[in-house]
T-cell receptor, first 115, second 114 residues
Framework: AQSVTQPDIHITVSEGASLELRCNYSYGATPYLFWYVQSPGQGLQLLLKYFSGDTLVQGIKGFEAEFKRSQSSFNLRKPSVHWSDAAEYFCAVGAPSGGSYIPTFGRGTSLIVHP | EAGVAQSPRYKIIEKRQSVAFWCNPISGHATLYWYQQILGQGPKLLIQFQNNGVVDDSQLPKDRFSAERLKGVDSTLKIQPAKLEDSAVYLC????????????FGSGTRLTVV
């Protein structure tokens, strides 16, 4: 069965600083990987996804993530954080099911942005 | 396009009562999911529908939870009777049935069982 580990429960950065959120996965086949963001009281919004091809994936809001098979990682990065980026971030690995993919989520990392 | 609609946004009930949540997916999305998100945890899949058929309900506590998607469009998730540990946000998501597609989540229903 697939699993996702997000080792950092909370991350605090200053506005304008760079950001890296860690994600490690366990999956027996080629993984399908996702990053979602959840603002308070909101549903999850897809930031980016990796299915195949280029291991550096560009997403919305200036985020990118790099798939490293040798490290079983899919870390999320942003070069300059804005106060509006404060939210909960979830990494997920997708397993094929019924013609689609079911994501299994990590526990999430809470991003706090200081002015 | 309109997003995934869920109602109600909030619900407070006493333990042993019943409750129902409603979800209307994006038009044309064949696949619908219900997730449970307990505070401080990532969402956990409860059930997946493909049109009006159940694809995966292995993590649905069937002694108290039920879900249906009768006409392959909107869906209802019910809990009867509720327990304190059912307090969570219940998220609905939908996706078109094609490889590489993402999921669109609704804003969720926050359930508090007291």
């Amino acid at each position: 069965a697939q699993s996702v580990t997000q080792p950092d429960i909370h991350i605090t950065v200053s506005e304008g600083a760079s950001l890296e959120l860690r994600c490690n996965y366990s999956y027996g086949a080629t993984p399908y990987l996702f990053w979602y963001v959840q603002s308070p009281g909101q549903g999850l919004q897809l930031l980016l996804k990796y299915f195949s091809g280029d291991t550096l994936v560009q997403g919305i809001k200036g985020f990118e993530a790099e798939f490293k098979r040798s490290q079983s990682s899919f870390n999320l990065r942003k070069p300059s954080v804005h106060w509006s980026d404060a939210a909960e971030y979830f990494c997920a690995v997708g397993a094929p099911s019924g013609g689609s993919y079911i994501p299994t989520f990590g526990r999430g990392t809470s991003l706090i942005v200081h002015p | 396009e309109a997003g995934v609609a869920q109602s109600p946004r909030y619900k407070i009930i006493e333990k042993r009562q019943s409750v129902a949540f409603w979800c209307n997916p994006i038009s044309g999305h064949a696949t619908l999911y219900w997730y449970q998100q307990i505070l401080g945890q990532g969402p956990k899949l409860l059930i997946q529908f493909q049109n009006n058929g159940v694809v995966d309900d292995s993590q649905l506590p069937k002694d108290r939870f039920s879900a249906e998607r009768l006409k392959g469009v909107d869906s209802t998730l019910k809990i009867q009777p509720a327990k304190l540990e059912d307090s969570a946000v219940y998220l609905c998501a939908s996706s078109p049935r094609r490889e590489g597609s993402g999921y669109t989540f609704g804003s969720g229903t926050r359930l508090t069982v007291v």
